[in-house]
């Protein structure tokens, strides 16, 4: 059963956290040295194959270069086939498990499940359905965002996912903007509507052991194109309000995981997108608005 990887995203400038749910290692591990075993940990990949099992190249990365973390897919894009990770609960808790049996360190195991257009967990596949953030902060109720934040936390836990890249704290500053404002990822062009629903929606996640994730670091509403097929450019609609909600929910301890955009500003750098940006990743993120938790990169591929 040999499934190659794919999808790569990047652990920078993070924390380490433990992910103290997860199950106890039973495969073979390999002696690394110390930074090589650092560097694996800082890894996160995605792969193909709804099982595996030793002669998979996923499980020789977790044994031996000390993998990090892993992410989930519904859909494999580069081979445009509907057939990736996922195709029923009990299937993908059975995967989760698979990988987990291999690891040493407990991995971190993420999946992209905002609600909505976003939503690797479809109920053609037996989940829940789920709705957008744009619909939660149109109906601005309290009690509905909690309700949809705690019903996606149980769903992601009951699989053994303990990282969830959610929810969007983009202010949609654009509604045009064809990745964030027509897909309804955002809550609100109000910033105050973004904090208020991230941060109840980070609260439900955390009930049940699972890691929210606000992104796109440091803001990707205002954008005109999309950062998957080409380089968004923001010079000239970025604005400090998308940078709020992180303000908010950083000083009250709500975000513990960042996810960065490959967004680019040449007033930030006239050669590189936010991601490598060292003024934006460390002089803005850590050192003006004090984030010390553990920082993501979107996917390297993209």
């Given amino acids: 059963m040999k499934h190659g990887t794919t999808g790569l995203i990047l652990f920078v400038f993070g924390i380490m ?4 749910s997860c199950e106890a290692s039973t495969g073979e591990q390999h002696e690394l040295p110390e930074l090589e075993a650092m560097i694996g940990q800082m890894l996160m990949v995605g792969f193909r194959g709804f099982d595996v099992d030793e002669s998979d190249t996923i499980i020789e990365d977790i044994t031996t270069r000390n993998l990090g973390g892993v992410i989930l897919f519904d859909y494999d894009v580069p081979a445009s086939s509907p057939e990736r990770n996922i195709k029923s609960p009990e ?9 987990q049996s291999h690891a040493e360190t407990p991995l ?13 967990l479809k109920t053609r596949f037996g989940f829940p359905e789920t709705v957008s953030h744009h619909y939660l ?13 705690r019903q996606i936390g149980e769903t992601l836990a009951g699989l053994g996912i303990n990282i969830n890249f959610s929810p969007v704290v983009d202010v949609n500053t654009n509604p045009e903007n064809p990745v964030i404002g027509r897909l309804e990822r955002s809550f609100s062009a109000d910033p105050e509507l973004v904090i208020k629903h991230s941060r109840i929606m980070l609260e439900a996640f955390r009930e049940h052991g699972v890691h929210g994730t606000v992104k796109h670091f440091p803001g990707h ?3 005109w194109n999309d950062s998957h097929y080409g380089m968004a450019d923001v010079t000239e609609t970025w604005h400090e309000t998308e940078l709020e909600p992180y ?7 709500s975000a513990e995981l960042v996810m960065s955009a490959h967004i680019f500003n040449e007033t930030w750098d006239e050669n590189h997108p936010a991601t490598l940006v060292p003024s934006v990743m460390t002089g803005l993120l850590r050192d003006e608005l004090g984030f010390t938790g553990l920082l993501f990169s979107d996917d390297m591929q993209m």
């Fill in 17 to 20: 956290m433990t992910a103290s």
């Fill in 91 to 99: 299937q993908t808790a059975r995967l989760v498990k698979q990988l």
């Fill in 108 to 120: 971190f195991i993420a999946i992209d499940q905002e609600g909505g257009r976003v939503n690797r």
């Fill in 137 to 149: 902060g149109e109906l601005n109720d309290p009690d509905s965002t909690r309700y949809y934040g």
């Fill in 221 to 223: 509403g205002s954008a």
């Fill in 247 to 253: 303000r908010a929910l950083f000083a009250d301890g």
